[in-house]
């Protein structure tokens, strides 16, 4: 039944079939309303990649269907409780799991390969190095990726945690790893050199992201997505399989252009993130961040007083909308407005949330158009002829010290230029910094009008004060 797929090249033609699948799924990412698509195309191409590789009759004879079929199920269902359970404030750190799980596997697969033949691996050069790399990768995607969640769960503080000589230790680290590679080479047979290799490999990934602080997540993430896609690609050479090279290359590239776009929105470098030690989650202003002045509050009647005379609006939402779970309200308020005529956009700071796309994600979930999500370098100049800004969540991406307080930790930090637009109104529990652990100058300008209260009851209640006005 399966005799068509014993010629190495048909199999090898499929796998192309399924890396196109790949590569036209992450063209489609790139873009909220093409997204969904996106996913259905990378969907279909992992489903045939793994099809066929469980056909191909030189893995079904050495297969071992009886730990094989249960692990689909397991997994497949673990995937789907994910899928159904997880809220969407929630996705960064499902994300952060999903990176690591990558990670594991490949190290697993590395180490698995080295059991089934520890002479033949040290014997071909090229495929011991990248055994050795795809466990010490692997194994610092995976617990990495623990960390980040855990930060992102609360788990863990989402202040940098500055480890004591972090960098000569990491260095040693390195240099560990290169000695137990040439130790293993030497005595392929000496299992405790692939352990130490491994466990080098986790501790680095614990060294490098807990200094990181909970401003920094975006980047983390999207870095340890470019790592468990290096890993993928190094276990494609030690199993021989192009398709895993592939692909784990475009998730690798993909993941290490997404972290640059992530760092130009911070306005800083790779090497600055990961170890400048920025995002503090303290709750009093730090260095340069101290602000003085009087603010202003509104009750979310006077809010909703405000915006009934409103012709354009800009919404800028951040975090404290996730957390609230206030997105599908927004959408209402939206959609209230624009039937008493006015103009609403939604303005997206590439860094806005805790993970590359949030603010997307939710308001698309929410059923926002996508012509309304509009990025921050195509919105900014539009804020100063905006009549009301409303900012529901968000902190540091519309903190104005970022461009005039050279002292301040964020300064060159592209922002949002909220305060030019005629009246603001941030919507916000309390004036708690956010995670730069800064003061906002925004809170202080005469133009803004402080909304205290959970963002989702807040918006509510914006919108019966609309409702009742236009009765």
């Given at each position: 039944m399966l005799e068509f797929l014993e010629q190495k090249w048909l199999i090898d033609l499929i796998y192309l079939g399924s890396v196109l699948l790949f590569i036209f799924g992450i063209k489609n990412l790139s873009s909220p309303r093409t997204a969904r698509k996106g996913n259905a195309l990378s969907l279909t191409g992992m489903l045939i990649a793994v099809a066929v590789t469980l056909l191909d009759p030189v893995i079904i004879e050495h297969m071992r269907f009886d730990i094989i079929v249960p692990a689909l199920f397991v997994g497949s269902l673990v995937g789907l409780i994910m899928a159904k359970k997880v809220k969407m404030t929630g996705m960064p750190q499902m994300v952060a799991l999903l990176n690591g799980f990558g990670g594991i596997a490949s190290a697993l697969v590395a180490i698995a390969e080295y059991y089934e033949n520890p002479a033949t691996s040290a014997d071909d050069t090229v495929h011991f190095i990248t055994l050795v790399a795809s466990i010490v990768v692997g194994s610092l995607t995976f617990v990495g990726s623990v960390v980040a969640f855990a930060k992102l769960q609360g788990l863990m503080p989402g202040r940098p945690m500055m480890v004591k000589s972090s960098k000569p230790i990491n260095v040693i680290l390195l240099l560990a790893v290169i000695v137990f590679g040439v130790l293993l080479g030497r005595s392929p047979q000496a299992e405790e050199y692939a352990l130490a290799i491994a466990g080098i490999g986790s501790i680095l990934g614990y060294t490098l992201v807990v200094p990181i602080g909970g401003a920094d997540m975006p980047v983390v993430i999207s870095l340890l997505n470019s790592y468990s896609g290096i890993a993928v690609a190094l276990t494609g050479f030690v199993l021989k399989n192009n398709a895993l090279i592939?692909?784990?290359?475009?998730?690798?590239?993909?993941?290490?252009?997404?972290?640059?776009?992530?760092?130009?929105?911070?306005?800083?470098?790779?090497?600055?993130?990961?170890?400048?030690?920025?995002?503090?989650?303290?709750?009093?202003?730090?260095?340069?961040?101290?602000?003085?002045?009087?603010?202003?509050?509104?009750?979310?009647?006077?809010?909703?007083?405000?915006?009934?005379?409103?012709?354009?609006?800009?919404?800028?939402?951040?975090?404290?909308?996730?957390?609230?779970?206030?997105?599908?309200?927004?959408?209402?308020?939206?959609?209230?407005?624009?039937?008493?005529?006015?103009?609403?956009?939604?303005?997206?700071?590439?860094?806005?949330?805790?993970?590359?796309?949030?603010?997307?994600?939710?308001?698309?979930?929410?059923?926002?158009?996508?012509?309304?999500?509009?990025?921050?370098?195509?919105?900014?100049?539009?804020?100063?002829?905006?009549?009301?800004?409303?900012?529901?969540?968000?902190?540091?991406?519309?903190?104005?010290?970022?461009?005039?307080?050279?002292?301040?930790?964020?300064?060159?930090?592209?922002?949002?230029?909220?305060?030019?637009?005629?009246?603001?109104?941030?919507?916000?529990?309390?004036?708690?910094?956010?995670?730069?652990?800064?003061?906002?100058?925004?809170?202080?300008?005469?133009?803004?009008?402080?909304?205290?209260?959970?963002a989702k009851k807040t918006v509510e209640e914006m919108i019966a004060a609309l409702e009742e006005l236009g009765d």
């Open positions: 592939v692909v784990g290359s475009l998730v690798g590239a993909s993941g290490i252009i997404l972290t640059n776009i992530m760092c130009k929105g911070m306005n800083r470098s790779l090497t600055n993130v990961l170890f400048g030690g920025f995002g503090s989650d303290s709750t009093t202003g730090g260095e340069g961040g101290a602000v003085t002045g009087t603010v202003k509050s509104a009750s979310p009647e006077e809010a909703g007083m405000i915006l009934d005379m409103a012709e354009s609006v800009i919404i800028v939402p951040g975090y404290g909308m996730a957390v609230s779970q206030a997105q599908h309200v927004v959408k209402s308020l939206a959609t209230l407005l624009e039937s008493r005529g006015a103009n609403v956009r939604f303005a997206i700071h590439p860094v806005a949330g805790r993970m590359p796309g949030h603010m997307n994600v939710l308001l698309a979930e929410a059923g926002v158009d996508y012509d309304k999500l509009v990025e921050m370098e195509r919105i900014n100049d539009d804020f100063k002829n905006t009549d009301v800004a409303i900012v529901i969540g968000a902190n540091d991406v519309v903190n104005p010290a970022a461009k005039n307080n050279p002292n301040s930790p964020i300064y060159g930090m592209p922002v949002l230029n909220v305060e030019e637009a005629k009246t603001v109104l941030v919507l916000k529990r309390s004036l708690n910094p956010g995670f730069a652990g800064i003061d906002n100058e925004l809170f202080y300008k005469d133009n803004t009008l402080m909304v205290f209260g959970d």
